[in-house]
């Protein structure tokens, strides 16, 4: 129990500090350790070929694109979706979510379905008399990297919006502030706060871009790091190449993530109750049309690849009989058990993590730290994850035996950053709130928590552990290392049944998957907002 | 109760397996899968062995290499099947392998015959170009027409560090053209749509109108003809002569079953086994054996020629041709 007149926010609480350094000594261990052990493994020094250092400026120059258009492309985004009310508003909220969940196995045929050679774009040119297009090489990944990140540039620029307590837009209203003077005073600074950081996030995921730059890059003219990577660890087994190009990686992505830790502005938090907000401006003609067009483009941008599967996956469903019907539920039970798995190590890590984050905000260095540090799974590989726990369980377990558990362990790595970056400003807005009535409450340990966190983190775990669920029934990467095709998950089953010629119990085994990622985000999501 | 009692019967077939021998094959992903070849062969071999057979995929076919060198002399393969003789000699040489000991069938119908102390082969075919006769009535006639063809004679081809047809394609530009290969990849990049991991990657986004031919094989119309009873499919035959893809297998020497894995070569030549190939792994025989072969084989193009780099050549000349390649593809 804390003494009254000492605040326990000065001090760090022990319960914080154990959990949160386990978890990050954890997180460590799988990310900088499994660099550590392939390097160990590997036999021989060298240095990067022509090749390498293609890959390396292949992969920067995309990943500044992606974050750049992005971020870019948010800002009209969620300022339209900040200021407007409309029907089917929450159900295009919704649908922001939608690209980051789905599989990138299945987003790369959506892309394909309206981008490609003889997509719908490409019809659409050739009736007009013009020239198909060529999505393969840096156009296709960029199109593929803004279509999974635009909308989460824009949800975290939305919370950004939702940080601004609702009394000041009343208050710009009742002074006739508008346009330009309201941008500049309101919605610039909650976007300064937000934009480096979204940009950074974008910049890392696509840094270490796999499934899109192997899909849409073309060959080795468009390679990334991470597909390099693989190709030295899983393909050639040059643990040396992958130990050397997993060290550029995570420098690279250090790097992206310290210049945004340092770019971004401390959160816009404010003193309030977060009711529905309601905004007076942007009435005129000019605003509700730009608003009306940067909603359109969106909705078309985003919804025509999802329909371009949904239509081949109705019609694959009926495929889904007999043996292909049988193992397609199998391995959905199968990734089910992985998702719900690894979203529990999800919250295992991440929570804490949040928490030690949160509760160092008066150390901003320490703080930044173990930011940092609970960021390193955006800069990892989890080829090279996997090749290291493949290395370090040979000798006393079968890896393929493990393979759903060290499944949905590195899935649920990958996933913590997303869940901290979420979880951390709840925890210290409510602890910046609410934090100092409790400590003059004298109350500490479950009762703080609960008093404190419970409420305001509902929302943001559900929506944070929706993510992971999500990301994990979607992944594949991993799982291909460790190969288990006698019990595959639905991404491996998939991609065996695309391999073996049945594409439409592959489309049937895509819309199946796409609705067990939707199901379980929309299932925490709605847990967390109460409905 | 209809999905319990298959699940029922599985456990019943997996109590009843218990005290039988596993014998664990790796092979690359397409073979295992309900439309391969992996389902009739385990059926079959089950059916004589009095054990399990556990055929497992590690990917695509160039792959197979890697997962045994990583998982080294505590792989729990007993046999890898699926190298052709681009890979064969590499693979002899991690020192991972062991012979085989059995004799080559007299009725052996490998090009060039056979004689290796570590694979036998299983299925044979020759790399081609695939096209559509209603997209692309004039198909280049050789490697010199495919360079001069209009820019609009777009290819999607497979990457040689992943896919053995990828491979294949590489070892032929090298086998046809020698030191101008690197000169031939910088004349075809252009109308490379893309390079996919896998073989089906590059036919599918064929099939999708992606690009006008796929690499696949001089065997793949047959599948279109015989399924879908669709004649549009053809290969382009090339006057330089085409490659050859010989698959193969061979028994580890980490094996715990070495007389059950010697019994699943042996048996891989038999009539169960090789009738099985032309109708799911859509590639000839490494045995003949009347009737296996549908209607649409005969009616095939073959090549008025076939080209190989012997296996124990190929190592060398595949390290010198991917770094080549990597140098000219990546620009």
Redesign the interface.
Known sequence: MARRDEPVTEALPRRVALTGGAALVLLLALTLGSVAVVALRAERAGALGPADWRALSFTLRQAFWSAALSTAFAIPLARALARRRFPGRAALTTLLGAPFLLPSIIAILGVIAVWGRSGWVSEALMAAGLARLNVYGMPGVLIAHVFFNLPLATRLMLQAYAAVPPERWRIAAQLGVEGRALFRLLEWPAIRAAAPGAFALVFSICATSFAIALALGGGPRATTLEVAIYEAAAVSFDLDRAARLAAVQFAVCAAAALAALALAAPPAAGFGVRLCVERWDGRGRAARAADALALALAILFLALPLAGVAARGVAGLGALTGAAGAAVWAAAGRSLAVALGSTLLTALLALPLAALVAALDRRPFAARLAEAGALTPLAASPFVIGVALFVVLRPVADPAALALPLTALVNAAMATPFAVRILAPAIRDAEADHGRLADSLGLSGWTRTRAVHVGRLRAPLGFALGLAAALSAGDLGVIALFSRPDAPTLPLLMHLLAGSRNVDAAFGAAFVLTGLAFALFLGFDRLGRGR | MK?LL?ALALLATAAAADDRPTLTVYTY??F?????PGPVIRERFEAVCGCTL??????DG??L???L???GA?T?ADVILGLDTNLTAAAAATGLLAEHGLPVPDAIAVPGGWDDPFFLPYDWGWFAFVYDETRLPEPPTSFAALLDAPEDVTIVIQ?P??STPGLGLMMWVKHVHGEEAGAVWERL?PR???????W??AY?AFL????MMALSYTTSPA?HAHVEGDETKRAAIFEEGHYLQIETAAITAASQNPDLARDFLAFMLTEPFQSAIPTTNWMYPAVRFDGAEPAAFEALAIPPSSRLFPAEEAPAVREAALAEW??V???
């Open positions: 999905t298959p992903d397409s295992v899968t309900d439309y391969g556990n055929l497992v995929g590690a990917g160039a792959q290499l890697g997962r060198q990583l998982e505590r729990q990457d560090r992943t990049a490379v749509v893309t390079v996919t991991r896998g089906w990657e599918s999708d109108g992606e690009a599948y990597l140098d593809m990546s620009r």
